[in-house]
């Protein structure tokens, strides 16, 4: 069975695409760099206090602000995914990797090392990934701050992980690409000019050429979370006063409907870019004087359009008992007005999961809400909570990760989510080095998937862990 598509553009490029089911277009071996199983990468932050790291464990689908992370494409009926992965040997030797979930087989292949980072072993570093309208899967392989380059890849056939061609090597950090139809990239990142300063620039229609970079906040350093939607891009954003990291407070929201020409707040106030002030129109609400620290997690957009943000607030930086409460809160723009809703609360500031507001109208987000094996450490059990009323109220629908051997976190959204490839995460000791696993769920999370650990086929099907069989 052959999987046909052919547009203009990609007819001049490469000719029209065939996609033999469950296999690349073309089996380029020499042209590729594969790892025999999904390993995670592993890493410890190293700031470490009572009760352990600041953040550690299995990092491989970190961090927050790296989106999107995997996209489902109905035209090949595949989820692509990228993650931080390691070689055979080593579970801190970082490797940006691209793969496929193939869901008329139900299997993945090998995955495709798109960039060596040759010895750094800092999630930092993890790749995104993104799909323009030809078909060209781009990987944005992050780097840190002017220490060490971004990269740009894109593949030399649509739809397929066999071979990338390198567009770029830059100084971007957490990049956020989105592709809007017919109009090109935009892609929201960080700089350490001044801090982790926010920054975004904007491609043309085939995304061969990219505007210079351009600053959109200020006021001391930020971390971002972002979508996309119909052309418009949102983004919520906090702010670290005195370039402070650990200080991170308050919660910032803007848009942009003509690639960055304009930047509105939620109302559709005009802002004047680069954001400087810390009272700026776009503050949405200012925790700084809550005496609350802000760790975003997620955005989305609700039945009317309207953007819904997903983070927890908490006490403190460090892990421990000494942070609580960290609440897991929605902000929800209703049209004229700010409201905020609590979901529940978590043991750690880095638990991190994913928001789904859903064609039925129903709210859901998927994350390790739940304490897990390592209580202290980053991430926990994996938990599904629902809301029919907006996010006024949750309910906990099903936990499903439970005994687990190692803790599970940041629980990840793909763009245009199948519902049997609906969340992808890591799992990761995070009080000593361990090897991390690579996990996906489906949507009301009855059956979650190991992908492969160690592989000798080309293809080979994921295992079912959860029901076990």
């Known amino acids: 069975m ?14 029209c695409l065939c996609l033999a089911q469950g296999e690349d277009a073309t089996d380029r071996e020499n042209d590729v760099r594969r790892i025999d199983g999904y390993r995670g990468i592993w890493f410890d932050l190293g700031q470490r206090s009572e009760f352990g790291s600041k953040y550690s464990g299995g990092l491989g689908t970190y961090t927050a602000k790296h ?16 993650y931080g992965g390691t070689t055979e040997r080593d579970e801190d030797h970082l490797l940006a990797m691209v793969s496929y979930y193939d869901h008329a087989s139900g299997a993945v292949p090998k995955p495709v090392v798109v960039h060596d980072k040759e010895g750094v072993n800092d999630p930092h570093d993890n790749p995104s990934i993104q799909i323009d309208d030809t078909g060209r899967i781009w990987v944005f392989v992050s780097g840190r701050g002017q220490r060490r380059p971004g990269y740009v890849y894109r593949s030399r056939i649509p739809y397929d992980i066999a071979s990338f061609e390198r567009l770029a090597e830059d100084e971007f950090t957490y ?41 959109l906040a200020g006021m001391g350093g ?23 990291v650990d200080l ?9 409907s003509d690639g960055g020409a304009t930047w509105r707040t939620a109302s559709g106030l005009i802002l004047d870019t680069p954001l400087v002030d810390p009272n700026s129109p776009a503050l949405v609400r200012g925790y700084e004087a809550e005496g609350r620290l802000v760790y975003l997690k997620d955005i989305g957009f609700d039945a009317a359009g309207h953007p819904v943000i997903l983070y927890i607030t908490s006490g403190y930086h460090e892990p421990g008992p000494g942070s609580d409460p960290r609440i897991w809160t929605i902000a929800h723009w209703k049209g004229d007005a700010w409201v905020f809703h609590e979901v529940t ?6 638990d991190m999961g994913s928001l789904y507001i859903e064609p039925d109208g129903r709210w859901r987000i998927i994350g390790p809400t739940e304490a897990g094996p390592q209580l202290h450490g980053t991430g926990g059990e994996i938990a599904i909570w629902l809301s029919d009323n ?16 190692r803790n599970h976190g940041y629980a990840r959204r793909p763009v245009d989510a199948h519902p049997e490839f609906y969340a992808f995460w890591a799992d990761g000791d995070p009080d000593a080095m361990s090897e991390s696993r690579l996990y996906f769920s489906d949507q009301d999370g009855a059956r979650v998937w190991e992908l492969p650990y160690a592989m000798e086929e080309k293809m080979t099907k994921p295992t079912l862990v959860s029901p076990r069989r």
């Open 248 to 256: 991170r407070t308050d919660l910032y929201f803007a848009q942009t």
């Open 67 to 82: 989106h999107p992370l995997a996209i489902y494409v109905a035209d090949v009926d595949r989820t692509f995914f990228v």
């Open 345 to 350: 609360r978590s043991t750690h500031n880095y």
């Open 222 to 244: 930020h971390y971002q979370v972002s979508n996309e939607r119909g052309g418009r891009v949102v983004t919520a954003f906090n702010r670290h006063p005195g370039g402070t």
């Open 390 to 405: 907006q996010g006024r109220s949750w309910e906990r629908s099903r936990v499903i990760t439970s005994d687990s051997p």
């Open 175 to 215: 990049p956020q690409p989105w592709w809007r139809e017919d109009r090109g990239g935009l892609l929201l990142f960080t700089k350490y000019t001044n801090g982790r300063e926010l920054y975004w620039r904007t491609s043309d229609a085939t995304g061969g050429s990219w505007s210079e970079d351009r600053k």
């Open 2 to 15: 052959c999987i046909a598509r052919c547009n203009a553009i990609v007819a001049i490029a490469v000719g």
